[in-house]
């Protein structure tokens, strides 16, 4: 089992930053696919971002694709996900979720550990 517990939301205006963690607890983390997922009121889940076990290989969603940057500390068992130029669009819950390998990374039915959500609201 792996324990995922999301902080840094908040409410930011737009064209602000924010920086969310993922921290990790359980078994290795290092051998675990990290990826962050959003959803609005009233839409489907939505893939944002994945990192690989290593931090090698990164891939982002078009809408999120150079504004928010993924980034790993297997040293410190958390995941980070960096997000500048916010726009009210990226407003929802943002969660982490894990998953060992990485095919299909977008499809959030991969992932097999799932954090509780931390909240993102971006004012206009």
């Known amino acids: 089992q792996v324990q995922l517990v999301e902080s840094g939301g908040g409410l930011v205006q737009a064209g602000g930053s924010l920086r969310l963690s993922c921290a990790a607890s359980?078994?290795?983390?290092?051998?675990?696919?990290v990826g962050w997922f959003r959803q609005a009121p009233g839409k489907e889940r939505e893939f944002v971002a994945t990192i690989n076990w290593s931090g090698t290989r990164t891939y982002y969603a078009d809408s999120v694709k150079g504004r928010f940057t993924i980034s790993r500390d297997n040293a410190k068992n958390t995941v980070y996900l960096q997000m500048n130029s916010l726009q009210p669009e990226d407003t929802a819950v943002y969660y982490c979720?894990?998953?060992?390998?990485?095919?299909?990374?977008?499809?959030?039915?991969?992932?097999?550990?799932w954090g509780q959500g931390t909240q993102v609201t971006v004012s206009s």
């Open positions: 979720a894990a998953r060992e390998g990485f095919p299909n990374y977008s499809d959030y039915r991969a992932y097999d550990y």
């Open positions: 359980g078994r290795t983390f290092t051998s675990y696919a």
